[in-house]
C-alpha cells in the first residue's frame, strides 16, 4: 500500500485550551472545512473517546456522508477520529509556542481505507485515492486558515 499522509501546521494566538474547545467541536466544522459542510454528535455523545458523529461532505456534483469515531480527546493536546472507525484517520494536535499554539492538522489514508477503496472502486482506485489524497493536500491549509481566524476573531 502507498504511504498516504500529510501534515501541516500554523501558529494561533490563542491558548490550547481555548482552541481545543473550538477544533474538538464538530458540529462547527462547517464553519472552516472546504469539504465537511456539516456534522452532528450521536445521541449521547460528548465528544470523548469511542463517541461517534456523523459529517456531510460536499463537492460540487457530489454529496455523502460519513461516520466517524473519536479516537483521541485531550484537551489543549489533540482531537482525533477515525472516518469509518478504520479507514483514515485525522488529528488536531496542540503544542503551546510564544505567542499562542501551534494547530498540526494531520491526515492519513489508513491501509484499511486503501483497501475498502480497491474492493469498492477496482480499476479506479488508485484515481479515487489520488483524488481523496489531493483534497487533503490542498484542505488543510485552507481548513487550518480559517481556524485561525476564527479562533483570533474571539
Not at 43 to 58: C, K, L, P, S
Not at 90 to 111: H, I, K, Q, S
Not at 138 to 143: D, F, L, N, R, S
Request: one cysteine or more; proline letters at 4%; aromatic letters at 10%.
Amino acid at each position: 500500500m502507498d504511504s498516504r499522509t500529510h501534515s501541516e501546521s500554523v501558529v494561533v494566538v490563542t491558548s490550547p485550551e481555548e482552541l481545543y474547545d473550538l477544533v474538538s467541536d464538530v458540529t462547527r466544522t462547517g464553519e472552516w472545512s472546504p469539504v465537511c459542510a456539516d456534522c452532528w454528535w450521536d445521541e449521547g455523545a460528548t465528544g470523548q473517546v469511542g463517541d461517534w458523529f456523523t459529517g456531510r461532505n460536499e463537492v460540487p456534483g457530489r454529496t455523502w456522508e460519513t461516520r466517524s469515531q473519536v479516537v483521541a480527546a485531550e484537551r489543549g493536546r489533540e482531537f482525533g477520529w477515525l472516518v469509518g472507525g478504520r479507514l483514515v484517520s485525522w488529528r488536531f494536535l496542540l503544542e503551546p509556542v510564544a505567542g499562542g499554539t501551534r494547530l498540526t492538522e494531520a491526515w492519513e489514508f489508513l491501509p484499511a481505507g486503501q483497501e475498502f477503496f480497491a474492493e469498492k472502486y477496482g480499476d479506479q482506485a488508485q484515481a479515487q485515492m489520488d483524488e481523496r489524497t489531493a483534497a487533503a493536500h490542498e484542505g488543510i491549509p485552507v481548513t487550518l486558515a480559517a481556524i485561525k481566524a476564527i479562533a483570533e476573531a474571539g
